[in-house]
């Protein structure tokens, strides 16, 4: 009988283990388990040079989002990013969305300055005003080898 009490003992604390392991596991990876209360909003850059899915997206310095996807548009070629917003950050139809980095040589984000419009972007919408990243190895080697 007390052999049966230590075994049941731990596989208690087994299971509880995995439990603990599995929840850090998922608020580290920042997954949402339940679906997210966010919506999803599109913006084209020309470059985006370095920004990963995954990526942050900012607000006056405010963690508000993320980057839930990137791809290619075949017919323009430019680069189109999808951002995953929550639902209560409510964008004006002027946003701009610029992609920045992260101190000299730190990550790559997007920053969304807020516009002044009345008129609210819709879920699934698209941020129209853009700045694309700007490529430091482009400035310094124009400055560089450029001929005068």
Known sequence: MKRFNVETGVGIFMVLSFLCFAWLAIKLGDVDLFGAKSYQLQARFGSISGLKQGATVEMAGVRIGTVSAIHLDPNSYQAVVELSLPLEVKLQEDSIASVRTAGII?????????????????PGGEIVETESAINLEELVSKYIFEKK
């Open 106 to 122: 730190g990550d790559r984000y997007v920053n969304i300055s807020p516009g002044g419009s009345d008129l609210l972007i819709a």
